[in-house]
């Protein structure tokens, strides 16, 4: 395997353009927050759906 030099994020993709975070799409009602349901499930983590999943698969 060929060693590489360390490099950065935006050495590799260029300076950021935008940001979208998890809380602004749950806000907006492009994310569903179902972590309450999903800890029932057994899930640690927080976990979210897009809108078009939870219409077509939990709705």
Same mark, same amino acid.
């Given at each position: 395997?060929?060693?590489?030099?360390?490099?950065?994020?935006?050495?590799?993709? /260029?300076?950021?353009?935008?940001?979208?975070?998890?809380?602004?799409?749950?806000? +907006?009602g &492009?994310?569903?927050?179902?972590?309450?349901?999903?800890?029932?499930? /057994?899930?640690?983590?927080?976990?979210?759906?897009t809108?078009s999943?939870?219409? +077509?698969? &939990?709705?």
């Open positions: 395997m060929k060693k590489t030099k360390n490099r950065s994020l935006e050495a590799v993709f /260029g300076p950021l353009v935008s940001s979208y975070s998890r809380a602004e799409a749950i806000s +907006d &492009v994310l569903i927050d179902v972590t309450t349901m999903a800890r029932e499930a /057994g899930f640690q983590w927080p976990v979210a759906l809108h999943v939870w219409r +077509d698969c &939990v709705s």
